[in-house]
């Protein structure tokens, strides 16, 4: 969906170029924009790339389940359907834990692989389950800890303290997960009311 809205607003926008002649600015929007997407790319990726390798020597190291294995107690309360053990637990905590570390990219296996378990459990194939939609709240709130992604543009335009957002953003992604969490609740409740 998103696709199609982008590719949209990219046509129209063109096309309106177009008609009220002012190619020049499509062409110098399209010729700088890919240069800043470039040196956005180049400045980000050795910061996101040692951020990768630290969650890989963790996740080898057996790290990465130790933290897993922390949040088995929270996640059994929060996914009541699941049953204990199952290897759905371990990858939720393991795209949570990556999720807190502000690698969403490095998360994402994590949740798919997480969501493909929970479908094994899932007896309505074409409904979700109340564990993946609990699941979809809590990883769409971006529980985050240390937003290395967000510190990375600072530093990439030359903050004077780009870690200063640390505080805000440890609170600002707990008020998310509560928030969600508290609706997702609220919607259970009132669907198994109804």
């Not at 924009?33 to 996101?48: G, H, M």
């Not at 637990?89 to 994402?108: C, E, F, K, Q, R």
């Not at 971006?142 to 303290?161: A, C, D, E, Q």
């Not at 509560?178 to 997702?184: E, G, Q, R």
Request: glycine residues 6%.
């Amino acid at each position: 969906m998103m696709n199609k809205i982008w590719g949209f607003f990219i046509i129209s926008g063109s096309i309106y170029c177009i008609l009220t002649g002012r190619i020049d600015v499509l062409n110098k929007e399209i010729l700088e924009s890919s240069n800043e997407t470039f040196k956005l790319i180049v400045k980000i990726f050795p910061v996101l790339a040692l951020w990768l390798g630290i969650m890989n020597i963790a996740s080898s190291s057996g790290l990465l389940n130790r933290m897993s294995e922390k949040l088995s107690p929270v996640l059994t309360k929060l996914f009541p359907d699941i049953p204990y053990g199952h290897e759905s637990l371990g990858l939720i905590a393991s795209n949570i834990v990556v999720n807190m570390m502000g690698l969403g990219n490095a998360a994402t296996p994590f949740g798919l692989k997480a969501m493909k378990s929970l479908q094994k459990l899932n007896k309505k194939k074409e409904t979700a389950t109340r564990s993946m939609i609990t699941f979809l709240a809590i990883n769409t709130s971006g529980v985050t800890i240390i937003p290395t992604t967000v510190i990375s543009m600072r530093l990439m335009h030359k903050s004077i303290n780009p870690t200063i957002i640390v505080l805000p953003c440890i609170m600002a992604t707990i008020i998310s997960l509560i928030s969600a969490l508290i609706i997702d609740r609220v919607f259970y409740k009132r669907n198994t009311n109804a």
